[in-house]
């Protein structure tokens, strides 16, 4: 079983950068595939980038590639997500979120979850 907690989510104009981080307890984290979720209100989770154990292959949905990157640090235990150009369309909750198997694409291999951070985007 593994614990995470967000942070770094707030407040940011369009166009602005934000990066959140993910911290995560137990002794297993480098077995776990890792991922970013969002859900802004009235709309579903959505996997919005996801890395593989290693660290080495990554995902993105098609609404942020070319401006979010997923990255994370085995040994601190950690994974991040550094958003630049942030649109209103970002706003949202931003949850961390692990896959005991590996699958770091599939929505549902995804079975551990953070309580989440807010990100909100202003016009």
């Known amino acids: 079983q593994v614990q995470l907690v967000e942070s770094g989510g707030g407040l940011v104009q369009a166009g602005g950068s934000l990066r959140l981080s993910c911290a995560a307890s137990?002794?297993?984290?480098?077995?776990?595939?890792m991922g970013w979720f969002r859900q802004a209100p009235g709309k579903e989770r959505e996997l919005a980038a996801g890395?593989?154990?290693?660290?080495?292959?990554?995902y993105y949905a098609d609404s942020v590639k070319g401006r979010f990157t997923i990255s994370r640090d085995n040994a601190r235990k950690r994974v991040y997500l550094q958003m630049n150009s942030l649109k209103p369309e970002d706003t949202a909750v931003y949850y961390c979120?692990?896959?005991?198997?590996?699958?770091?694409?599939?929505?549902?291999?995804?079975?551990?979850w953070g309580q989440g951070t807010q990100v909100t985007v202003s016009s």
């Open positions: 890395i593989s154990r290693s660290g080495g292959n990554s």
């Open positions: 979120a692990s896959a005991r198997f590996g699958d770091y694409v599939r929505k549902d291999a995804y079975d551990y």
């Open positions: 137990g002794r297993t984290f480098s077995s776990y595939a």
